[in-house]
Protein backbone atom coordinates (compact mmCIF):
# COMPACT_ATOMS: atom_id res chain seq x y z
CA UNK A 1 0.00 0.00 0.00
CA UNK A 2 2.96 2.19 0.59
CA UNK A 3 4.28 2.10 -2.63
CA UNK A 4 0.88 2.81 -4.40
CA UNK A 5 0.42 6.07 -1.50
CA UNK A 6 3.70 7.77 -2.83
CA UNK A 7 3.22 7.13 -6.62
CA UNK A 8 -0.41 8.43 -6.23
CA UNK A 9 1.17 11.68 -4.33
CA UNK A 10 3.93 11.99 -7.09
CA UNK A 11 1.28 12.20 -9.74
CA UNK A 12 -0.96 14.62 -7.61
CA UNK A 13 2.11 16.35 -7.35
CA UNK A 14 2.82 16.71 -11.15
CA UNK A 15 -0.58 17.90 -11.60
CA UNK A 16 -0.33 20.95 -9.52
CA UNK A 17 1.07 23.89 -11.19
CA UNK A 18 3.00 26.40 -9.39
CA UNK A 19 2.14 29.69 -8.70
CA UNK A 20 4.13 30.74 -11.68
CA UNK A 21 2.60 28.28 -13.59
CA UNK A 22 -0.58 29.63 -12.38
CA UNK A 23 -0.25 33.89 -12.80
CA UNK A 24 1.37 32.95 -16.33
CA UNK A 25 -1.92 31.30 -17.49
CA UNK A 26 -3.98 33.33 -16.21
CA UNK A 27 -2.40 36.63 -18.18
CA UNK A 28 -2.02 34.68 -21.23
CA UNK A 29 -6.06 33.66 -21.06
CA UNK A 30 -6.67 37.61 -20.20
CA UNK A 31 -4.83 38.47 -23.05
CA UNK A 32 -6.87 36.61 -25.43
CA UNK A 33 -10.16 37.65 -23.89
CA UNK A 34 -8.82 41.41 -24.59
CA UNK A 35 -7.60 40.53 -27.77
CA UNK A 36 -11.15 38.40 -28.56
CA UNK A 37 -13.43 41.20 -27.11
CA UNK A 38 -11.58 44.38 -29.23
CA UNK A 39 -13.61 44.01 -32.25
CA UNK A 40 -16.90 44.00 -30.11
CA UNK A 41 -15.31 46.94 -28.29
CA UNK A 42 -14.78 49.08 -31.65
CA UNK A 43 -18.08 48.13 -33.00
CA UNK A 44 -19.70 49.89 -29.94
CA UNK A 45 -16.95 52.56 -29.94
CA UNK A 46 -17.75 53.06 -33.96
CA UNK A 47 -21.62 53.74 -33.44
CA UNK A 48 -20.91 56.79 -31.21
CA UNK A 49 -18.25 58.01 -33.41
CA UNK A 50 -18.49 61.22 -35.73
CA UNK A 51 -17.80 61.18 -39.50
CA UNK A 52 -14.50 62.67 -39.27
CA UNK A 53 -13.26 59.51 -36.26
CA UNK A 54 -14.48 57.10 -38.49
CA UNK A 55 -12.07 58.12 -41.12
CA UNK A 56 -9.29 58.70 -39.32
CA UNK A 57 -6.24 56.63 -40.44
CA UNK A 58 -5.17 54.74 -39.11
CA UNK A 59 -7.83 54.04 -36.82
CA UNK A 60 -8.56 54.62 -32.97
CA UNK A 61 -10.49 51.84 -30.92
CA UNK A 62 -12.16 54.25 -28.57
CA UNK A 63 -14.22 57.29 -29.60
CA UNK A 64 -12.63 60.43 -28.48
CA UNK A 65 -15.56 62.99 -28.88
CA UNK A 66 -18.60 60.90 -28.89
CA UNK A 67 -21.74 62.04 -30.70
CA UNK A 68 -25.35 60.71 -31.32
CA UNK A 69 -25.43 62.14 -34.81
CA UNK A 70 -24.82 58.68 -36.36
CA UNK A 71 -28.23 57.83 -34.96
CA UNK A 72 -29.90 60.69 -35.72
CA UNK A 73 -28.51 60.01 -39.26
CA UNK A 74 -30.10 56.77 -39.31
CA UNK A 75 -33.40 57.73 -38.39
CA UNK A 76 -33.65 60.55 -40.64
CA UNK A 77 -32.49 58.06 -43.37
CA UNK A 78 -35.21 55.11 -42.56
CA UNK A 79 -37.72 57.30 -42.27
CA UNK A 80 -37.65 58.65 -45.97
CA UNK A 81 -37.49 54.88 -46.94
CA UNK A 82 -40.81 53.60 -47.56
CA UNK A 83 -39.94 50.65 -45.64
CA UNK A 84 -39.63 51.87 -41.85
CA UNK A 85 -36.56 50.02 -40.08
CA UNK A 86 -38.86 48.42 -37.79
CA UNK A 87 -40.22 46.00 -40.38
CA UNK A 88 -36.74 45.05 -41.37
CA UNK A 89 -35.96 44.05 -37.78
CA UNK A 90 -39.81 42.50 -37.92
CA UNK A 91 -38.61 40.48 -40.84
CA UNK A 92 -35.54 39.53 -39.29
CA UNK A 93 -36.88 38.38 -36.32
CA UNK A 94 -39.33 36.38 -38.03
CA UNK A 95 -36.41 34.50 -40.12
CA UNK A 96 -34.12 34.08 -37.50
CA UNK A 97 -36.80 32.62 -35.29
CA UNK A 98 -38.71 30.33 -37.55
CA UNK A 99 -35.00 28.71 -39.19
CA UNK A 100 -33.60 28.32 -35.68
CA UNK A 101 -36.73 26.82 -33.98
CA UNK A 102 -37.27 24.38 -36.93
CA UNK A 103 -33.84 23.59 -37.41
CA UNK A 104 -33.36 23.16 -33.87
CA UNK A 105 -36.83 20.65 -33.39
CA UNK A 106 -36.33 18.68 -36.96
CA UNK A 107 -32.88 17.93 -36.39
CA UNK A 108 -33.83 16.59 -32.89
CA UNK A 109 -36.54 14.45 -33.96
CA UNK A 110 -34.21 12.92 -37.21
CA UNK A 111 -31.57 12.46 -34.81
CA UNK A 112 -33.59 10.50 -32.07
CA UNK A 113 -34.36 7.18 -34.34
CA UNK A 114 -30.56 7.78 -35.99
CA UNK A 115 -29.19 7.48 -31.88
CA UNK A 116 -31.79 5.07 -30.50
CA UNK A 117 -33.43 2.84 -32.82
CA UNK A 118 -32.48 0.18 -35.35
CA UNK A 119 -33.25 -0.02 -39.03
CA UNK A 120 -31.82 -0.65 -42.46
CA UNK A 121 -30.31 1.79 -43.65
CA UNK A 122 -28.97 3.60 -40.73
CA UNK A 123 -25.26 3.79 -41.28
CA UNK A 124 -25.71 5.09 -44.83
CA UNK A 125 -28.27 7.77 -43.97
CA UNK A 126 -25.57 9.14 -41.15
CA UNK A 127 -22.67 8.66 -43.57
CA UNK A 128 -24.66 11.07 -45.64
CA UNK A 129 -25.40 13.82 -42.80
CA UNK A 130 -21.63 13.80 -42.14
CA UNK A 131 -20.97 13.84 -45.94
CA UNK A 132 -23.04 16.74 -46.32
CA UNK A 133 -20.76 19.06 -43.38
CA UNK A 134 -18.50 18.94 -45.93
CA UNK A 135 -20.07 20.83 -48.65
CA UNK A 136 -20.09 24.50 -48.25
CA UNK A 137 -23.48 27.17 -48.90
CA UNK A 138 -21.75 28.11 -52.07
CA UNK A 139 -22.35 24.62 -53.45
CA UNK A 140 -25.55 23.95 -52.28
CA UNK A 141 -26.73 27.63 -53.59
CA UNK A 142 -27.77 26.18 -56.77
CA UNK A 143 -29.67 22.98 -55.72
CA UNK A 144 -31.73 25.10 -53.02
CA UNK A 145 -32.72 27.57 -55.25
CA UNK A 146 -33.99 24.88 -57.62
CA UNK A 147 -35.82 23.60 -54.91
CA UNK A 148 -37.39 26.32 -53.11
CA UNK A 149 -38.42 27.13 -56.97
CA UNK A 150 -40.09 24.06 -57.25
CA UNK A 151 -41.98 24.69 -54.32
CA UNK A 152 -43.16 27.85 -55.31
CA UNK A 153 -42.17 29.70 -52.05
CA UNK A 154 -39.77 31.89 -53.59
CA UNK A 155 -40.21 35.24 -52.37
CA UNK A 156 -41.49 34.12 -48.82
CA UNK A 157 -40.05 33.57 -45.69
CA UNK A 158 -40.13 30.05 -46.12
CA UNK A 159 -37.93 30.37 -48.88
CA UNK A 160 -35.19 31.35 -45.93
CA UNK A 161 -36.59 29.32 -43.21
CA UNK A 162 -36.63 26.29 -45.30
CA UNK A 163 -33.43 25.79 -45.46
CA UNK A 164 -32.37 26.84 -42.29
CA UNK A 165 -33.87 23.93 -41.04
CA UNK A 166 -31.51 22.00 -43.47
CA UNK A 167 -28.26 21.67 -41.73
CA UNK A 168 -26.26 18.52 -40.97
CA UNK A 169 -24.59 19.97 -38.57
CA UNK A 170 -27.18 19.91 -36.32
CA UNK A 171 -28.73 16.76 -36.72
CA UNK A 172 -24.60 15.39 -35.97
CA UNK A 173 -24.39 17.15 -32.92
CA UNK A 174 -27.66 16.06 -31.42
CA UNK A 175 -27.46 12.50 -32.64
CA UNK A 176 -24.17 12.08 -30.89
CA UNK A 177 -25.66 13.35 -27.62
CA UNK A 178 -28.37 11.34 -27.52
CA UNK A 179 -26.08 8.28 -28.20
CA UNK A 180 -24.94 9.17 -24.38
CA UNK A 181 -28.57 8.61 -22.77
CA UNK A 182 -28.12 5.16 -21.03
CA UNK A 183 -30.85 2.71 -22.87
CA UNK A 184 -31.81 1.49 -19.76
CA UNK A 185 -33.70 5.13 -19.19
CA UNK A 186 -35.26 4.57 -22.28
CA UNK A 187 -36.27 0.70 -21.61
CA UNK A 188 -37.52 1.76 -18.47
CA UNK A 189 -39.95 4.79 -19.53
CA UNK A 190 -41.37 1.91 -22.00
CA UNK A 191 -41.66 -0.59 -19.18
CA UNK A 192 -44.00 2.16 -17.67
CA UNK A 193 -46.30 2.68 -20.72
CA UNK A 194 -44.72 5.86 -22.24
CA UNK A 195 -44.65 6.36 -25.78
CA UNK A 196 -42.27 7.25 -28.03
CA UNK A 197 -43.45 10.63 -28.49
CA UNK A 198 -43.38 11.15 -24.43
CA UNK A 199 -39.97 10.08 -24.36
CA UNK A 200 -38.60 12.23 -27.07
CA UNK A 201 -40.06 14.84 -25.04
CA UNK A 202 -40.09 14.19 -21.72
CA UNK A 203 -37.03 12.04 -21.30
CA UNK A 204 -34.50 12.55 -24.75
CA UNK A 205 -34.88 16.66 -25.01
CA UNK A 206 -34.45 17.75 -21.49
CA UNK A 207 -31.10 15.50 -20.68
CA UNK A 208 -29.63 16.66 -24.74
CA UNK A 209 -30.73 20.18 -23.37
CA UNK A 210 -26.79 21.49 -23.45
CA UNK A 211 -26.86 20.00 -27.47
CA UNK A 212 -30.10 21.73 -28.38
CA UNK A 213 -29.46 25.61 -26.62
CA UNK A 214 -25.87 25.07 -28.52
CA UNK A 215 -27.47 24.17 -31.39
CA UNK A 216 -29.68 27.27 -31.43
CA UNK A 217 -26.76 29.83 -30.54
CA UNK A 218 -25.18 28.62 -33.72
CA UNK A 219 -27.70 28.54 -36.12
CA UNK A 220 -29.38 31.99 -34.34
CA UNK A 221 -25.89 33.95 -35.40
CA UNK A 222 -26.31 31.75 -38.80
CA UNK A 223 -29.98 32.79 -40.11
CA UNK A 224 -29.58 36.24 -38.87
CA UNK A 225 -27.38 37.58 -40.97
CA UNK A 226 -28.62 35.87 -43.51
CA UNK A 227 -29.64 38.91 -46.07
CA UNK A 228 -31.97 37.31 -48.56
CA UNK A 229 -30.73 38.87 -51.58
CA UNK A 230 -31.21 35.11 -53.49
CA UNK A 231 -34.70 34.19 -52.77
CA UNK A 232 -36.58 37.41 -51.90
CA UNK A 233 -37.25 40.21 -54.26
CA UNK A 234 -39.90 42.70 -52.48
CA UNK A 235 -38.88 44.95 -50.30
CA UNK A 236 -40.96 45.01 -47.19
CA UNK A 237 -39.94 41.28 -46.97
CA UNK A 238 -36.04 41.84 -46.90
CA UNK A 239 -34.17 41.48 -43.55
CA UNK A 240 -32.36 43.60 -41.60
CA UNK A 241 -28.75 43.00 -42.79
CA UNK A 242 -30.10 43.80 -46.18
CA UNK A 243 -30.82 47.00 -45.25
CA UNK A 244 -27.44 47.72 -43.43
CA UNK A 245 -25.86 46.57 -47.06
CA UNK A 246 -27.80 49.68 -48.82
CA UNK A 247 -26.81 51.94 -46.09
CA UNK A 248 -23.17 51.52 -46.35
CA UNK A 249 -23.45 51.21 -50.15
CA UNK A 250 -25.33 54.61 -50.12
CA UNK A 251 -21.53 56.40 -50.04
CA UNK A 252 -19.25 57.93 -47.50
CA UNK A 253 -21.80 60.13 -46.05
CA UNK A 254 -23.71 57.47 -44.58
CA UNK A 255 -21.13 55.74 -43.12
CA UNK A 256 -22.41 56.81 -39.39
CA UNK A 257 -25.33 55.23 -40.00
CA UNK A 258 -24.01 52.35 -41.02
CA UNK A 259 -22.03 52.10 -37.87
CA UNK A 260 -25.32 52.08 -36.04
CA UNK A 261 -26.91 49.10 -37.70
CA UNK A 262 -23.94 47.46 -37.55
CA UNK A 263 -23.86 47.35 -33.65
CA UNK A 264 -28.15 46.46 -33.59
CA UNK A 265 -27.32 43.60 -36.18
CA UNK A 266 -24.48 42.77 -33.68
CA UNK A 267 -26.14 43.49 -30.21
CA UNK A 268 -29.14 40.64 -30.74
CA UNK A 269 -27.20 37.85 -31.30
CA UNK A 270 -25.07 38.31 -28.30
CA UNK A 271 -27.56 39.09 -26.50
CA UNK A 272 -29.41 35.65 -27.28
CA UNK A 273 -25.53 34.24 -26.78
CA UNK A 274 -25.31 35.29 -23.22
CA UNK A 275 -28.77 34.42 -22.36
CA UNK A 276 -28.36 31.07 -23.50
CA UNK A 277 -24.94 30.84 -22.06
CA UNK A 278 -25.26 30.42 -18.59
CA UNK A 279 -28.04 28.04 -19.04
CA UNK A 280 -25.72 25.48 -21.04
CA UNK A 281 -22.65 25.85 -18.51
CA UNK A 282 -24.98 24.92 -15.72
CA UNK A 283 -26.69 21.64 -17.76
CA UNK A 284 -23.49 20.46 -18.30
CA UNK A 285 -22.64 20.70 -15.23
CA UNK A 286 -25.76 18.19 -13.98
CA UNK A 287 -26.41 16.38 -16.98
CA UNK A 288 -23.69 13.67 -16.94
CA UNK A 289 -25.27 10.04 -16.97
CA UNK A 290 -23.83 6.39 -16.87
CA UNK A 291 -25.30 3.11 -16.55
Not at 31 to 56: G, Q, T
Not at 92 to 104: A, C, D, Q, W
Amino acid sequence: MKPRRRLFRKRQKTLNRSMAGNATLFFFMAFCAVFMVLPLVMVINNAFKPLDELFRYPPTIFVRNPSMDNFHDLLIIMSNSWVPLARYIVNTLIITGGGTLGHVIIASLAAYPLAKHQFPGKKFLFSMVVLSIMFSWQVTQIPNYLIISKLHINNTYWALILPACAYGLGLYLMKQFMEQIPDSLIESARLDGATEYKIFWRIIMPNVKPAWLTLAVLQFQTVWGNTGNVFLRDEELKPLQYALQQIVNGGPARQGAGAVVTLIIAAVPITFFVICQSSIIETMTTSGMKD
